[in-house]
């Protein structure tokens, strides 16, 4: 009777899921006391839907392996059908939680692009859209990291100030997610009557806040043992894997594209780079990372404080034509993100629509360090590590 | 672990304890932030871009608002072109029909790209932002069919059911159904 018994696909073993050589093996219950577990892409503690296989021998996590590809929009493909200023409200959906940030990215690139003059109160007017869009994303950082760490009542406190940013977005533009505000040649509508005035109310408000994060999460001692010397990331790991953003000023090194390769008006404001020192433990671990965006907070505060300040008056937008033809040529515009360098390359051929359009998302790239940092490490510091690498689903997969 | 780094431990522990139920017990005092929706609810701000409306006799069938459209997500059939009557700013009768114009709200960003191109100010962005409904189909709007009703934007399905006990709904559900604007002219400045 064994010519009854169904033959074995000979495709199953081959099912590949990317592990190092010899890690998959059909019987590698009974040869070892390794298992592969799936964390994601439903786990509560995986930002979005991202999925990582993890090979455990206990509880240690031995191997991790990042996969991707459950958010996939093919953005870059649908940018090639549209024209430069419909292309907009999708690169809101990008990295939902820094709409601002990638509106301006995308409109920095067109604008080199096409060689648009920006009227100078639009740019100032989009570095306020852009720093407030930063502190809301960091917010959204620190809450759920909180929540990560079991600690929920930061998150509260955290969405709690972050809906006044949210309220201030919608005097702007509208919208409170998805803004599609600043626009090509400018920012799309003028900034709303008394809206410095509810601006410099909220920073005042704001600022004492922060340290009361401080005091809740920062500096608890529970916060600081699960985060401190865990997933430490090395200047070298971290030049290795081309990190950006809080990753790599984390690990002590003070790369922010706003100060080394400075564009809009931020040579006119004065703010410190924030880099982690290794204050609670090793450099570069996962409490400096997040110690670096608890930084970053206060000088958001201080640019805006500095634009409330120097706001000039004039156009909000550069006069454009509608159907607006782009000369043939190729850019590469970089933009720090709260992630990170977010880079737009575009190639256009004339026309009004980019005949190739490649994005550089910050998450993504940082993302790729997951493996290297999760090796040996306990079961319960992966969530620890993910969270404190702050990536966004939405930008990863695209 | 000596024992006198374990004690040093618990004692870190029970202060950062206490000082984070410092600041709780002082939000326990204080006015609540959220709100009991639907009962109650926030205002928006001017700019607020929901639903649209439309305002079909002003609309002269340009196709200007659906070409702006990223997602192509406005439907527009037209039997002829239609022009603006100078006197009553309305479109004039003896031009062509706009036999339909749908907005699929399954697709649609809330970008308001639609509006900026208009020449008439048609179409504008509303107040409105729940539209659910219980079928696909329901979710393509045909502002055409709603103008038959007098109406210039859907009535979403909840409001129907609590206009009769929640004072507010009420107050919205009369003016979707009057056929009254919410956005006023100042509310968006109109980019040209
Ligand atoms: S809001 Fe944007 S997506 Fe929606 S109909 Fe108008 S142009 Fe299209
Ligand atoms: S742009 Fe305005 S007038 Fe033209 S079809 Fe659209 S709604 Fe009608």
């Known amino acids: ?31 070892s006391e390794e298992m592969l577990v799936n964390m994601g892409p439903q786990h509560p503690s995986t930002h979005g839907v ?53 509106n301006h990215a995308w409109s920095m690139a067109v604008e080199k692009l096409a060689d648009i003059e920006v009227p100078k109160r639009a740019e100032y007017i989009r570095v306020i859209a852009a720093e407030l869009n930063r502190i809301a994303s960091h917010l959204v950082s620190f809450g759920t990291y909180g ?121 006119n404001l004065d703010f410190d780079i924030c880099v982690g020192e290794g204050l609670k433990g090793q450099l570069g671990d996962c409490w400096d990372r997040y110690w670096v965006k608890m930084q970053e907070m206060k000088q958001c505060i201080r640019i805006l404080r500095q634009c409330i300040a ?24 970089e933009y720090e993100n709260p992630r990170g360098h977010l880079g737009f390359y575009i190639e256009s051929q004339g026309g009004p629509i980019p005949y190739r359009v490649k994005i550089r998302g910050p998450s993504f790239v940082n993302l790729a360090v997951t493996g290297e940092l999760c090796k040996n490490v306990l079961l319960a510091d992966v969530p620890a590590i993910v969270g404190s690498i702050d990536i966004v689903m939405g930008e990863v997969d695209r | 672990m000596t024992a006198r780094e374990y004690f ?65 997500c406005i439907y527009i059939d037209k039997t002829a072109p239609r022009k603006i009557d100078k006197k009553t700013g309305k479109v004039d009768p003896k031009g062509g029909e706009l036999v339909r114009y749908a907005i699929d709200y399954s697709k649609c960003l809330f970008c308001a790209l639609c509006t900026e191109p208009c020449p008439t100010e048609c179409i504008h962005m509303g107040k409105l932002h729940d539209l659910s409904s219980y079928s696909r189909e329901d979710v393509v ?20 059911r609590n206009a009769d006990h ?13 056929g009254k604007i919410a956005t006023t002219a100042g509310d968006i400045p109109v980019v040209k």
């Not at chain 1, 169904?6 to 199953?12: A, C, G, I, Q, S």
């Open chain 1, 1 to 31: 009777m064994s010519t009854a018994t169904p033959p074995v696909d000979p495709n199953l073993k081959s099912v590949s899921y990317g592990l190092a050589p010899g890690a998959v093996d059909d019987d590698i219950d009974v040869q």
């Open chain 1, 50 to 102: 991202l999925r990582i296989v993890l090979r455990t021998d206990g509880e240690m996590v031995l191997e991790a392996v990042p996969h991707l590809g459950y958010l996939h929009r093919c953005k870059e493909k649908i940018a090639e059908n549209l024209a430069y200023y419909q292309y907009i409200g999708y690169t809101d959906r990008l990295d939902y939680l820094a709409a601002m940030n990638n």
């Open chain 1, 147 to 267: 929540l990560d760490m079991g600690a929920f009542t930061p998150f509260l406190y955290a969405f709690r100030e972050r809906e006044y940013i949210l309220d201030l977005f919608e005097q702007l533009c509208g919208a409170r997610l998805t803004l599609s505000y600043i626009n090509i040649g400018g920012v799309t509508w003028d900034l709303p009557p008394l809206f410095l005035e509810k601006l410099g109310e909220f920073l005042d408000y704001f600022e004492p806040k922060i340290d009361e994060y401080n005091d809740l999460l920062s500096f608890n001692h529970i916060f600081i043992k699960r985060t401190s010397n865990v997933g430490v990331a090395s200047k070298e790991l971290c030049i290795k894997y081309a990190l950006s953003g809080p990753m790599i000023r984390g690990s002590g090194i003070p790369l922010d594209l706003r100060r080394t390769r400075p564009y809009s008006v931020y040579p």
């Open chain 1, 310 to 333: 120097q706001m000039p008056s004039g156009a909000f937008r550069a006069k454009l034509p509608r159907a607006m033809k782009v000369p043939p040529g190729e850019v590469y515009a």
């Open chain 2, 8 to 72: 040093a431990n618990i004692y870190d522990n029970v202060k950062s304890i206490a000082i984070g139920m410092k600041i709780t017990i002082k939000y326990c005092f204080q006015k609540t932030v959220t709100v009991q929706y639907p009962e109650q609810r926030l205002s928006f701000a001017p700019r607020y871009r929901g639903i649209h409306e439309f305002e079909l006799d002003r609309c002269i069938a340009c196709d200007l608002c659906a070409k702006a459209c990223p997602v192509d």
């Open chain 2, 141 to 160: 709007v045909e502002f055409t069919e709603l103008d038959k009703k007098g109406q210039r934007t859907p009535i979403p399905l909840w409001m129907e």
């Open chain 2, 166 to 178: 929640i004072p507010w709904v009420k107050e919205e559900y009369e003016r979707v159904k009057s």
